[in-house]
């Protein structure tokens, strides 16, 4: 089946830095990659995902890349905030009636001012 | 207008009970789901349903049951409950078949201890 990793495990940045969080998947068949965002106390929201015929997305500060032939896809987040802390998923999913999406292990991320 | 809801927040129990948690999405999505999130933070799935058919069960104990009464609704039944239980466990929702993305839209969780 499909495994997610994800480093770093912590990611501590100053305000106004950027920050980049990386996955790794294992099958190929892997074409829906989501990124969620959980605050302390909350469900994970979404916040930005893209699929296996793009390979960069951009959504104002954040973006995500993507690339397939090395089964990766990375988080990117500019010009840090504090209400960024927070922990980070991302996800692999094959787009069948299974929807099995299968998460990272979890990034958390500290926005120092 | 909440999209998902859990009920209850915090759920505090002992061991060898048996409890529910409910959940409820108005978004009109088709499939629903359970996550457990252990104290690491980690994400497993471990049952989705879809118009009321499983269709994906995680290798969980069968102390632990999903009950569809309808579209919009996916409860979570667990039997004789182990202090392994322990977990925050989170409801999601998402579309199928209709939309050309399958965001999954996540409860605020359910915060189980069992003592």
């Known amino acids: 089946g499909e495994n997610v990793e994800q480093h770093p495990s912590t990611l501590s940045v100053q305000e106004g830095d950027s920050a980049v969080i990386k996955c790794t998947y294992s099958d190929s068949a892997s074409n829906y990659f989501p990124w969620y965002k959980q605050e302390l106390g909350k469900g994970p929201q979404l916040i930005i995902d893209i699929r296996s015929n793009v390979g960069e997305k951009k959504d104002q500060r954040i973006a995500v890349t993507l690339n397939k032939t090395a089964k990766h896809f990375s988080l990117h987040i500019t010009e840090t905030q504090p209400e960024d802390s927070a922990v980070y998923f991302c996800?692999?999913?094959?787009?069948?009636?299974?929807?099995?999406?299968?998460f990272g292990p979890g990034t958390r991320l500290s926005v120092l001012p | 207008d909440t999209a998902v809801s859990q009920t209850p927040k915090y759920l505090v129990t002992q061991m060898g009970n048996d409890k529910s948690i409910k959940c409820e999405q108005n978004l009109g999505h088709d499939t629903m789901y359970w996550y457990k999130q252990d104290s690491k933070k980690f994400l497993k799935i471990m049952f989705s349903y879809n118009n009321k058919e499983l269709i994906i069960n995680e290798t969980v104990p069968n102390r632990f049951s999903p009950k569809s009464p309808d579209k919009a609704h996916l409860n979570l039944h667990i039997n004789s409950l182990e202090l392994g239980d322990s977990a925050v466990y989170f409801c999601?929702?998402?579309?199928?078949?209709?939309?050309?993305?399958?965001?999954?839209?996540f409860g605020p969780g359910t915060r189980l201890t069992v003592l």
């Open positions: 999601a929702s998402s579309l199928r078949g209709g939309g050309s993305t399958d965001t999954q839209y």
């Open positions: 996800a692999a999913s094959i787009d069948n009636y299974g929807q099995n999406f299968v």
